[in-house]
């Protein structure tokens, strides 16, 4: 399941950071648009490509477009670590599975905060980040 979450996750920040989205924003359009688990089945069938094949798929599949004029989702290298672990720890707490822990992450108010780099959500720790959703 941590390879789910890690997959999921990598590929909503990746594509978010990509198109200048923010990330929330990404997995609701995932979700809306049936490609969780067709990221999913492409991991199972494609054990070994890289997130590059991923980001190939999506564009491919949704063609989103930027909706600002400058960078502002630059940090998912950062958030990409920080949000896996968050979402691990969801999954753990309240027995999901990786697509259920990142629709609860996802829907919250906490991740629209991490996913704007200005608010500098990304940089705190996973415990802060958790203990936030959990509260919400």
């Known amino acids: 399941m ?17 198109k200048n989205i923010a990330g929330n924003h990404v997995f609701l359009s995932l979700e809306k648009n049936g490609l969780i688990d067709t990221l999913l089945q492409t991991r199972e069938q494609f054990p ?3 997130l590059d094949f991923y980001m190939g798929l999506l564009d491919g599949l949704l063609s989103m477009q930027s909706d600002a004029a400058e960078n502002t989702y630059a940090a998912y290298k950062e958030r990409t670590p920080l949000v896996v672990e968050v979402v691990n720890r969801i999954a753990q707490k309240h027995h999901m599975n990786a697509v259920e822990a990142c629709q609860m992450y996802y829907n919250s108010g906490v991740a629209e ?19 936030l959703v959990e509260q919400a």
């Open 2 to 18: 941590e390879h789910e979450v890690s997959l999921l996750v990598s590929c909503t920040e990746y594509y978010a950071y990509l």
């Open 48 to 50: 070994n490509v890289d």
């Open 113 to 131: 905060a991490v996913c704007e780099d200005s608010t500098g959500y990304y940089q705190k720790s996973a415990d802060e980040i958790f203990a």
